[in-house]
């Protein structure tokens, strides 16, 4: 499940690195959830590491599109995203959408 501002952000274009907690997860698909709707798309690339490592200067508008710098984008995630740290190994999920439609799952 993500939440209703970063679904948006991804339906819309502006996002295209998903970050969560954790080593990677296997496949190449990625699902996107959000209440009764479904996004679906093709992870092109993943990087695992630090997440002061993952998120930088050439990519954190992609992770968080309304991040002012790297620093903005890095509390958004410790906070907001609800992992309530920033320490421990995340993994950045760059993604291409196969729809920009979502679908209807109930």
Known sequence: MVKKENFEWIRS???HI??????????????????KWMLKGKI???????LLNIVN??????????????EDAISYIEKKEIYGTREGIFTAYYFKLTSK???IIM
């Open 44 to 50: 092109v690339k993943t990087e695992e590491g630090k």
């Open 13 to 15: 274009g502006g996002k």
């Open 101 to 103: 439609k979502p679908k």
């Open 18 to 35: 998903e970050v969560r907690k954790g080593k990677r997860m296997k496949g190449d698909v990625a699902t996107f959830l959000c209440s």
């Open 57 to 70: 200067s050439s990519n954190f508008k992609d992770v968080i599109p309304i991040a002012k710098n790297v």
